[in-house]
């Protein structure tokens, strides 16, 4: 009996191009607000990670400040209000 051995990569990401300022519109579907329910945590999670990979390129994006920023933006509701307030002064205060 032969074997075949066989491996498996993840295609390659498409090429990137970027408009001359770095900035453009985000595409696709945001994710929904989180409002702290942790049953929709993972869920919350993939979605922004979606909107991530399609928006890739985009200058909110490419900068982690501004990525954590952008999540932060997605947390609202009782139960989050004050742990998203207290990471954006955080934020703010960051060099």
């Avoid at 390659?12 to 945001?30: D, Y």
């Avoid at 919350?44 to 999540?71: R, W």
């Amino acid at each position: 009996m032969e074997e075949v051995a066989a491996t498996v990569t993840a295609p390659a990401p498409p090429a990137k191009t970027k408009p001359a300022n770095g900035n453009r519109a985000l595409s696709g579907v945001p994710p929904p607000i989180f409002n702290g329910d942790r049953e929709k945590s993972e869920h919350f999670l993939d979605k922004f990670m979606s909107y991530e990979i399609v928006n890739g390129d985009a200058h909110q994006f490419t900068i982690p400040y501004l990525k954590v920023a952008l999540c932060l933006s997605y947390l609202n509701g009782p139960k989050v209000d004050a742990w998203a307030r207290q990471h954006r002064l955080w934020l703010k205060k960051s060099p």
